[in-house]
Structures are given as structure tokens and as C-alpha cells.
């Protein structure tokens, strides 16, 4: 019932080629560095995902070995030179930071903090809501979700937000 799209931005300032500024620093524009060039190289949710999960559940995101081992564990190791050659050479990643950028700074409703959760009505091409609380994420997309309703949306509180009659698309984290 939903298709999600992650920009790996946050917080930064500031668009390629121009010098791109992180809220916690160099290391959090690595790790965003890190993901926007496997969520480039390879487009497929099923490719990216897990290397994002990994990436994200690490306390080391911003450094190459992580790097190589989360890419080992999405099954991306015979990817790994490709991979680390977009990591190491601005040339090859920054179309890919440029991208995420520009995605941040055109969402509507424009991006306030992170994670900014926008759910997508497809019916109308617009914003549904921010979703300030992702406790409530579920909820949010259940009450949004215009079929019957999957097993594990049973006994959620809906939000008042939202009613039944909108087709969740997509999210931006």
C-alpha cells in the first residue's frame, strides 16, 4: 500500500557544485554521500534499501569499511569497486548529492526539520500532510489508504488529518 522514496539530506545548505554544509558536520555529508551514490548507482528499492538499513543502524556511517560491509550485506559486494569509486571521486557522486539537494529544496510542503515524513496524495499530485509524529506514520497511511485496510492497520488510531479517500505514494525522509 505504499511506495516510499528516502533523500539522504536532512538538514544540509547549500547545492553542488557549491560547498554543501551538514547540520552535524562532515561525517553526516559523507554518510548522505555514501547513500545517494548506491540510491544512484542503483535505483531499485530492493538494491538500496538494505544498504540503508545497514548504513543507518551502524554507529559508523561515515566510514569506508562500513561502507563495504553494508554493501556486502545488501548483496552489492561484486558492485563494491563501482561503489566505492562514486564514494571517493566528486565527479561520479556529485550529480548524486545534486539530485537529493534539489529534491529537498522543491518539497511541497517545504522541508522544516527531519526526519520531514510527506505523505503523497496521488489523486490530487499533492501533500497530504508533514508528519511530525512517525510514531504515527502508520496510522497516517492506513487512514490514507483508500482499499480495505491490510491486517496490520487493525485497531490503529487514525489521524484527523487524513481521511480514507487519499492513495499514500510516496514519503520523503
Known sequence: ILDFEIVPYGN??????EKVECQHGPYECKANMFESCVKGLFPD?????PYFNCLES???????????QCATKAGLENDWDTIH????????SEPYVQRDANKTATLNPPHKFTPW???????????IAPVENTDKLLSVICAA???TAPAGCKNLAFSPLLNRTHVVQRSYL
Do not use: H, M
Open 85 to 92: 569509486e562514486c564514494q571517493t571521486n566528486t565527479t561520479i
Open 45 to 49: 528499492k530492493e538494491q538500496w534499501w
Open 145 to 147: 489508504y483508500p482499499g
Open 58 to 68: 551502524s554507529d559508523t556511517p561515515f566510514d569506508e569499511s562500513t561502507s563495504q
Open 117 to 127: 515524513v510527506t505523505v503523497y496524495n496521488s489523486a490530487t499530485n499533492t501533500s
Open 12 to 17: 544540509a545548505r547549500g547545492i553542488p557544485p
